[in-house]
């Protein structure tokens, strides 16, 4: 008994972890433990308001409410959906006590921890990288000082609806977002294919569902510790005009304020795909167009369609991890398993991010992945991002050799050597190059080593580090080189990004040397031989030239 009096370990589960549950989706073992907690208590005579330590407090108060009110059937009015938000109610009550109880009892160190602390938990649980954590952590803390602007916008496909347990989950990772002051705005509505006409039964019917399907989210949302507003048909979000029937729209307007005064609020807008004419007739719009034209018109960095698949099917029925747009959507489109529909869902996603920031991506995922998505830039659904083409040049004449240089200077934060173009001249590959000279790899081909070629340099601009384009331009050098290696000085903070992609290294207290494809024994003593004994390309580091906070890297150069 006297486990449970200390409020660190539960004497239900023997963990304590009940006592630190925030949206994580336990509910039955948090609500066991609380009526477990509160009985236990009563028979020896304590009150569930004193003698607690205050997180035990928390759940015994829970437990007391659970005593008058714990009733739940399967047969609840509104079935499953109505069983799963009675109990997700419970969860609620809980999660707003310990919210009253931290604000002026608790420290961060305790049972509601600060917003980094939480979101650092959150980070490790689902094991995102901490250099791309560091990237979306900077975003949001970006966007956070703009009260209107939503973090990401979020497509729910109405099968998702018809899922109790995705709904469940979507709607508490949500909450979660919701609780660290993650702005999100969501849509939702029915998908209606080009040339589709609906009877003016179709159409009511329609209405019905997507009305319904509000109150539900709404409803879960809530649920789970978020407020949530319901912006219905007739709510002026969407200026429609009629399409090819007289039941179907296309947006032509979204008006934002509406938005902005949920997000302002401390309120989730969820919106429903029914746009409205000028003339107040309402129209049926499609759902992805609707949220494609609301994140135009608000600009977040992530647009997130959760549909029940999981991502973007390939021809055999598996998940695209990433498309480039626009290299990978000529080469996509070229598939004989992708049809005119598959085209028009890729075009429309790519125009879409021609219209929002550079940094913004759009993800086809499912609802039980959607803080990964958020958090990382390698989910497990469909990554769409908006990337510079790499170009692929021999000669140094071919490139801009200035701005070459100054990409490598700031990248590394060191000098390079006054000759250094000139001694690779020779020894020179191939560059690879982006666009707009934001990253760049120099492969050259050196004598002794069998003429294995060797990573001259990798390098990223400090704009793009975090955003993913190392893994775009490792892709490349992977593709066209068989083998490669390489080195990297021990104090370098990204070698453990260059230890995952390696397949073989050696170090002494200088270097370290990698390399992947090099199996001869002879031949990688011979690479590292060299490397090693290769010259410095860099002067000493000039401090004054070169802002240490803006230097500072989250991927490799």
């Not at 009550?93 to 009892?105: F, G, P, Q, T, V």
């Not at 890729?346 to 499912?366: G, M």
């Not at 370098?492 to 990698?514: D, M």
């Amino acid at each position: 008994m006297a486990k449970f009096l200390t409020g660190g370990v539960c004497g239900s589960c023997s963990t304590g972890r009940c006592l630190w549950l925030s949206g994580s989706g336990d509910t039955p073992r948090l609500l066991r433990c609380a009526w477990n907690f509160y009985h236990a208590s009563h028979q020896q005579g304590y009150s569930t308001r004193d003698q607690f330590s205050p997180r035990a407090a928390v759940v015994a108060a829970l437990g007391e409410k659970l005593g008058a009110l714990w009733r739940p059937q399967p047969s609840h009015r509104g079935g499953r959906i109505g069983y799963m938000l009675q109990w997700q109610q419970y969860k609620s009550d809980y999660l707003k006590m310990a919210a009253a109880a931290s604000s002026n009892r608790w420290n961060s160190g305790h049972f509601l921890p600060g917003l980094n602390q939480d979101l650092r938990r959150f980070l490790e649980e689902v094991g995102t990288d901490p250099k791309e954590a560091r990237y979306w952590l900077k975003q949001f803390q970006r966007l956070s000082s703009i009260p209107s602007k939503p973090f990401a916008v979020v497509l729910v496909d109405q099968k998702v609806f018809q899922n109790p347990e995705m709904l469940e989950a979507l709607s508490s990772n949500i909450a979660f977002l919701h609780r660290n002051d993650m702005k999100i705005l969501i849509v939702h509505g029915t998908n209606i294919p080009p040339g589709t006409t609906l009877t003016e039964k179709q159409l009511q019917e329609n209405r019905r569902q997507v009305t319904t399907d509000t109150m539900t989210m709404v409803n879960c949302l809530q649920a789970s510790g978020a407020q949530a507003h319901p912006l219905f048909s007739g709510s002026n979000v969407f200026r429609a005009e009629a399409g090819d029937s007289s039941s179907k729209g296309r947006v032509v307007h979204v008006n934002t304020e509406p938005l902005a005064w949920c997000i302002e609020s401390g309120h989730i807008p969820v919106v429903s795909s029914i746009g409205e004419t000028t003339s107040s007739q309402l129209l049926c719009v499609d759902a992805t167009e609707a949220a494609m034209e609301i994140a135009k018109a608000v600009q977040p960095i992530k647009v997130l369609l959760l549909n029940d698949k999981g991502g973007l099917l390939d021809g055999s029925n598996k998940v695209i991890k990433q498309v480039h747009v626009p290299a990978d959507i000529e080469a996509m489109s070229s598939q004989s398993w992708c049809d005119s529909d598959y085209q028009a869902q890729l075009q429309s996603v790519a125009a879409l991010l021609n219209d929002l920031p550079p940094l913004s991506s759009v993800v086809i995922t499912s609802a039980h992945t959607l803080l990964a998505e958020l958090f990382t830039h390698h989910g497990t659904g469909t990554l769409f991002k908006n990337t510079e083409r790499i170009f692929k040049v021999k000669s140094l004449e071919d490139v801009e050799q200035a701005r070459l240089i100054s990409l490598i200077t700031k990248s590394f934060s060191k000098m390079l050597r006054a000759d250094y173009l000139e001694t690779i001249a020779p020894r020179l590959h191939t560059i690879y190059i982006s666009e707009g000279y934001n990253a760049v790899a120099i492969i050259t081909k050196e004598e002794g080593v069998n003429n294995i070629p060797y990573l001259e340099k990798l390098a990223i601009s400090t704009k793009l580090q975090g955003e993913g384009t190392s893994d775009v331009l490792w892709d490349e050098l992977r593709s066209d080189f068989p083998t490669l290696f390489w080195r990297s000085k021990n104090v370098n903070k990204i070698n453990a990004w260059y230890f995952k992609r390696c397949e073989g290294s050696w170090s002494n207290h200088t270097w370290t040397v990698f390399w992947y494809g090099i199996c001869s024994p002879k031949l990688s003593y011979d690479i590292v031989d060299w490397a090693v004994n290769h010259p410095e390309t860099f002067l000493e580091p000039v401090e004054e030239e070169f802002d240490k906070k803006e230097s500072e890297v989250s991927e490799p150069w």
